[in-house]
């Protein structure tokens, strides 16, 4: 008698996944230089990001409320969620990879151009103009052509670094992550300086309750501020033992953030009265008037001028203020870059992108289509403001975490679906708890992003509903009161056209498809 044979349902899962992507013909170009101190630098230069400090201080101490929730409602199950991926599936392109295993090469290659674009758009955006507006604070103005040419100067500096070999590029965040541990250090320190001097101000206990309009306004930044734990995973096979040193990294760096950011945004709610502190520009703010007690005055109108050691110190803090967010576009880019590469390769985009550098072995044909793609958002959005920084600021800051945040709506649930697929390849570390373990991860880390992708959308989304105080319209960003059409087009437009431009990608990969049967 004839057996039949074995249906779908009936076959065993695999034990291990099939890994190869198309990447095959690539591997050898990838240098194994990342080793577990690199990785740990790596994710304190991802995670502890200048430019959001000033927007959490801006909403009062309610923030640090906030911040300390979020902490345990989504960084940790995030951190968990990511730390078991990133061991299971230790293979070049991390969340391009897990995204394609669980749910196929289109909705993969889509999602990771959101992924890839969002970088960009953020050096371009919201890192140029802080950047921007803080050598105009503290050493001279940029006046008309001379601020597009710093602009681009602060790209293409950050391209050059990108595009170099691993050995080299590991140092800038190696640097980055020095250059945050001592600004914000040195700035704590003149805090207490600062407050034994001339006092500080009180921060009542009812103005650390949290509310759901601040809530609102928060949750982008502050889950903003916790993301990236996956960007090492991009570069797995540069690393000497990605199964062991994720997991460790990701425990250690969160750790970490958790002080450099907490410590920071109390510091500027004791030295600035809550009216006075910008989204833009509140850290630059609290830096140049705690530096006063090295030398220099505040004025009774707030005007703050450093003199003496006071202007050597802010000129110092403002340079590493600068390589702080120069070098977050930086390791951010040396993750997503990486990702997307794989995907060009595998067919998820044109193959050319697909190119590891012999010479360099990075992927320097995206690196530099990065770089001209945030030099036109630079120029584009500086005219569209009409020089406006805090629109500008408002505007690229969005966008930088609605595509980043609808990239995490999928990629998330892989955990359960390679859970499912996989149930036998191998897991260094695993979620605790089991299935309901992983299912509470799953369903907080993405639900926590997909509510923040619809509060960037429509500012103010449940404000006012169910006998919560406030309006809606409040929530927009201050620079753009009374303009909500104008804000929403900043987001939606670009959203719906690196949509479309991932669905032309994957059309371009067509040949590389074919050529893998």
């Not at 990838?30 to 502890?48: A, N």
């Not at 293979?91 to 196929?104: C, D, E, I, N, S």
């Not at 909705?107 to 992924?115: C, E, K, P």
């Not at 260094?428 to 509510?451: I, K």
Request: hydrophobic share 50%; with cysteine; aromatic share 12%.
């Amino acid at each position: 008698m004839t057996q039949a044979p074995p249906t779908e349902a009936s076959r065993p899962a695999p034990e291990t996944p099939d890994l190869s992507t198309g990447w095959g013909e690539q591997r050898g170009r990838l240098r194994k230089d990342l080793r577990r101190l690199d990785v740990l630098f790596f994710l304190i230069c991802t995670l502890v990001g200048l430019d959001t400090i000033g927007s959490v201080a801006a909403q009062g101490p309610q923030g640090l409320t906030w911040m300390a929730i979020l902490a345990l409602a989504f960084f940790i199950p995030y951190g968990l969620l990511v730390a078991e991926l990133g061991s299971a599936f230790p293979v070049q392109g991390g969340p391009y990879v897990w995204t394609r295993l669980a749910f196929g090469r289109l909705t993969a290659g889509v999602n990771q151009i959101l992924y890839w674009m969002s970088n960009p758009v953020w050096v371009g955006g919201s890192l140029c103009i802080i950047a921007l507006t803080t050598w105009e604070e503290f050493f001279t103005p940029l006046p008309g052509i001379w601020k597009y040419a710093a602009g681009l100067v602060f790209i293409w500096g950050g391209t050059l670094a990108i595009v170099q070999s691993v050995r080299v590029g590991k140092w800038v965040p190696i640097a980055g992550a020095v250059a945050r541990i001592v600004l914000l250090g040195f700035f704590l320190v003149s805090v207490v300086v600062f407050a034994a001097e001339n006092g500080v101000h009180g921060l009542p206990a009812g103005e650390f309750t949290p509310t759901y309009t601040g809530f609102v306004a928060l949750v982008p930044v502050l889950i903003f501020n916790y993301v990236g734990f996956e960007l090492p995973s991009s570069a797995a096979e540069e690393m000497t033992n990605p199964r062991r040193d994720i997991p460790l990294a990701i425990l250690r760096s969160g750790l970490a953030s958790l002080v450099l950011y907490g410590g920071p945004i109390l510091g500027i709610l004791f030295v600035l009265p809550g009216k006075e502190i910008g989204s833009l520009g509140g850290f630059i703010d609290a830096c140049k008037a705690v530096f006063t007690v090295y030398g220099g005055h505040i004025a009774a109108d707030g005007a703050v001028t450093l003199t003496g050691a006071g202007a050597v110190f802010g000129g110092i803090a403002a340079a590493g203020l600068i390589i702080g967010l120069l070098t977050s576009g930086v390791t951010w880019a040396m993750g997503a870059h990486r990702a997307q590469a794989v995907a060009c390769a595998d067919g998820a985009g044109p193959a050319w992108l697909g190119t590891i550098s012999e010479k360099h072995g990075t992927p320097v044909r995206v690196n530099l289509l990065s770089a001209v793609l945030a030099s036109v958002l630079f120029v584009v959005a500086l005219n569209l403001t009409g020089g406006n920084g805090e629109k500008y600021f408002a505007a690229g800051l969005s966008l930088t975490i609605s595509t980043t945040f609808i990239s995490y709506v999928i990629t998330f649930p892989s955990l359960l679906a390679l859970r499912r697929k996989y149930p036998e390849a191998p897991r260094p570390y695993s979620v605790p708890g089991g299935r309901v373990g992983a299912w509470t991860v799953t369903v907080l880390s993405t639900g926590l992003v997909a509510f923040t992708v619809i509060v960037l959308i429509w500012p103010g989304f449940g404000v006012g509903w169910f006998g919560t105080s406030g309006s809606p319209s409040g929530s927009l960003p201050d620079s753009f009161a009374g303009q909500r059409l104008a804000y929403t087009l900043t987001q939606t437009v670009p959203i719906a056209l690196f949509l479309a431009v991932g669905v032309v990608f994957y059309a371009l990969g067509a040949k590389t498809r074919r050529a893998k049967g």
